[in-house]
Nanobody, 124 residues
């Protein structure tokens, strides 16, 4: 089964930037999404990218600030996070969309291969 590993988190000041990476153990045919979860809150869909191409989708809270991308080999995905705010602080996870699913950001049950997460803290 596919397994993904996140990296790149850290502490950043408000207004700063970070780039997260998500490396997959096998080829993913459908999509890869980033989710985040802050203490005491549910898992929130951040962005999703389709292996075959097409337009990525973003959660409303990150539109215009975050950019999801993938390398040419389609083995690593990235999440470029700009203009970070304290409310962006959370554990960030990536996961692969189940084959045949529609890769909906509001449905984490449609994803597999969750990594251990990488912590992002935005604070002055």
């Amino acid at each position: 089964e596919v397994q993904l590993v996140e990296s790149g988190g850290g502490l950043v000041q408000p207004g700063g930037s970070l780039r997260l990476s998500c490396a997959a153990s096998t080829f993913i045919y459908n999509c890869v999404a980033w989710f985040r979860q802050a203490p005491g809150k549910g898992r929130e869909g951040v962005a999703v990218i389709f292996t075959s191409g097409g337009t990525p989708r973003y959660g409303d809270s990150v539109k215009g600030r975050f950019t999801i991308s993938q390398d040419t080999t389609k083995t690593t995905r990235y999440l470029q996070m700009d203009r970070l705010q304290p409310e962006d602080s959370a554990m960030y996870y990536c996961a692969a969309g189940r084959t045949g699913t529609a890769c909906r950001l509001f449905d984490p049950t449609g994803y597999i291969g969750w990594g251990q997460g990488t912590q992002v803290t935005v604070s002055s």
